[in-house]
T-cell receptor
């Protein structure tokens, strides 16, 4: 079946540090890939997505590139801010039979300290 | 503005009681979902519905029940058969691969 594996947290960084959160997936064919962010006490918000190999998703300074050869979709940001403190989820959708179900990784908690 | 409303935000339940969590959307989305979130476990799918009057079990449906009588509403009942119900519950709706999530209900068994 489909699965997503992301690096375990928590991750603690100083403000303006470089961020990488690793994500790899297992799925047949060509899934769509997503990063969601969850701020404390809230639901999930879509951060970025990519729907085919070599696509780069980007938003709010975050980027991730769909790498088919390594089945990866690592999240990066060049300079994190305290406001980026949240839990980040990597996810995929493998469409089939009219269904678009999300499969999530376990989440990585990021804390950014001033 | 369109969105998903979950209520209540916090809910306390005594052991042996059933409790119902509300989820309402005004996005005109056909599909709706319930997820359970536990620390370190990510989000696990409880039930989902692709059309009115139809729903399917997800990965952890035991001890839960749902109904989909209206397109806008997808309530989740946590029954007394659910042995460990304390968790954060998230509702979502979608059209194709565009998901919108509610702000969640935190259920605590006391």
């Amino acid at each position: 079946g489909n699965s997503v594996t992301q690096m375990e947290g928590p991750v603690t960084l100083s403000e303006e540090a470089f961020l990488t959160i690793n994500c790899t997936y297992t799925a047949t064919g060509y899934p769509s890939l997503f990063w969601y962010v969850q701020y404390p006490g809230e639901g999930l918000q879509l951060l970025l997505k990519a729907t085919k190999a070599d696509d780069k998703g980007s938003n709010k300074g975050f980027e991730a590139t769909y790498r088919k050869e390594t089945t990866s979709f690592h999240l990066e940001k060049g300079s994190v801010q305290v406001s980026d403190s949240a839990v980040y989820f990597c996810a995929l959708i493998k469409p089939g039979a009219g269904s678009y179900q999300l499969t999530f990784g376990k989440g990585t908690k990021l804390s950014v300290i001033p | 503005d369109g969105g998903i409303t979950q209520s209540p935000k916090y809910l306390f339940r005594k052991e042996g009681q059933n409790v119902t969590l509300s989820c309402e959307q005004n996005l005109n989305h056909d599909a709706m979902y319930w997820y359970r979130q536990d620390p370190g476990q990510g989000l696990r799918l409880i039930y989902y519905s692709q059309i009115v009057n139809d729903f399917q079990k997800g990965d952890i449906a035991e001890g839960y029940s749902v109904s989909r009588e209206k397109k806008e509403s997808f309530p989740l009942t946590v029954t007394s058969a659910q042995k460990n119900p304390t968790a954060f519950y998230l509702c979502a709706s979608s059209i194709v691969d565009g998901y919108t999530f509610g702000s969640g209900t935190r259920l605590t068994v006391v």
